[in-house]
């Protein structure tokens, strides 16, 4: 008898710039060289601080499962950092470590919404968000953001999309693919529509002339998604964590039971360690990612692509290229294939991205230069 998949299965969408990676691997396979600048991923080493933990803790042997929240050490730095830098108090009990923010995004979704329950979004956002809620019974309503505005969230658009089966709304500031940051204002406000709101803060850090604000800075009602894969360039250590209220923590403690166990234990004291050691590794990393940007700014601009909010943070550019066609996919995949250069098509981060393309500066000065000097050619020529 043969199997028959899941709906859920069949009808997630995919996750197209992991696509415009893999084709570009396939070229590379055959030879050609490819500029990558669709990947959010930094091209830094872990620091070494971060690696000699990682050592000295599989040579004591913490090579074990840990308590389901995170080992305790961990969770006092997680809020020892939280209180230095933005003046929040949370408790260690509010902290629940997980194998990187998308597990705790999971688990988040888990613990808040049944079938039919609503999550607010903005639109352009990060792809897995809805698709996440979607896959759990859940309804994504999407809030359209102003490109003049660098498509911030805007309170009032969000109340009118309230209903009685709206659960939270979730904001991420700063932005994946957009790089702007939400205003203390906005956030203030949201904060004051009455709703739970989770605050997707991975990129908190990497921001550049402006400062970031965490959403427990105007309330408790909050949650907040972090963790050290882009900060300290630990992609591949897959540690980020989740702060909730009080009463949240023991579900969401139940679920990673039983689907993660624990977060990995090396990863762990790695965590640890850039949490108490890297700040001067972070700040020459920050330093060399706003060089890249105010470079690839102002190229982006020369080439034609509109941007009339120039990104202050993560390491995105999302620039308006419907002058050079309508379909973003279409073109994204033009690029790469003409141009040998990957770039991250808009329509993959909503309805209201499309038309515009991401560009990562997480890649040398060097390849960000060759990049758009190929898609300059490309565009002359095309």
């Known amino acids: 008898m043969q199997t028959i998949m899941t709906r859920k299965a069949l009808e997630i969408p995919p996750f197209i710039v992991m696509e415009v990676m893999e084709r570009a691997n396939e070229l590379e396979k055959q030879g050609q060289h490819i500029v990558h600048l669709e990947i959010g991923e930094p091209d830094f080493k872990t620091p070494a601080c971060i690696c000699d933990a990682a050592k000295d803790a599989i040579t ?160 408790d009602n909050a949650f907040v998604l972090n963790g050290f894969s882009k900060l300290y360039a630990m992609t591949g250590w897959r540690l980020g964590y989740v702060i909730a209220p009080i009463r949240f923590v023991r579900p969401l403690q139940k679920l990673q039971q039983n689907f993660f166990i624990s977060a990995g234990s090396i990863s762990q004291w790695g965590g640890l360690a850039a949490l108490r050691c890297a700040e001067e590794d972070v700040a020459s990393m920050k330093q060399v990612y706003d060089e890249r940007r105010k470079y690839m700014i102002q190229r982006i601009r020369d080439l034609g692509f509109g941007l009339p909010v120039e990104p202050a943070g993560a390491f995105y550019v999302f620039a308006n290229a419907k002058k050079f066609g309508q379909s973003s996919y279409d073109l994204a995949f033009e690029i790469l294939e003409k141009a040998a250069v990957g770039v991250s098509p808009g329509i993959d981060f909503g309805r209201n991205a499309e038309g515009f393309l991401r560009f990562s500066y997480a890649s040398s000065l060097e390849n960000i230069r060759q990049g758009l000097d190929r898609i300059e050619q490309f565009l002359t020529t095309r």
């Open 60 to 219: 004591q042997g913490q090579t074990h499962y840990t308590h389901s929240l995170g080992i305790l050490p961990l969770r006092e730095s997680i809020c020892a950092h939280y209180q230095d830098k933005y003046g929040v108090q949370i408790s260690p009990d509010q902290v629940i470590v997980t194998s990187g923010t998308s597990p705790a995004l999971l688990l988040l979704f888990c613990a808040l919404l049944d079938p039919g329950d609503e999550i607010i979004l903005s639109d352009p956002h990060y792809p897995c968000y809805p698709n996440y809620a979607a896959f759990l019974g859940g309804k994504p309503v999407l809030v359209k953001g102003n490109e003049n505005e660098g498509f911030q969230l805007d309170p009032e658009a969000i109340r009118e999309k309230i209903s009685h089966r709206t659960k939270a709304v979730l904001i991420n500031s700063p932005s994946n693919p957009t790089g702007n940051l939400l205003s203390p204002e906005r956030m203030d406000a949201i904060a004051n529509l009455g709703l739970p709101v989770i605050s997707d803060e991975i990129y908190h850090g990497l921001v550049y002339g402006q400062k970031e604000h965490t959403i427990l800075e105007y309330t």
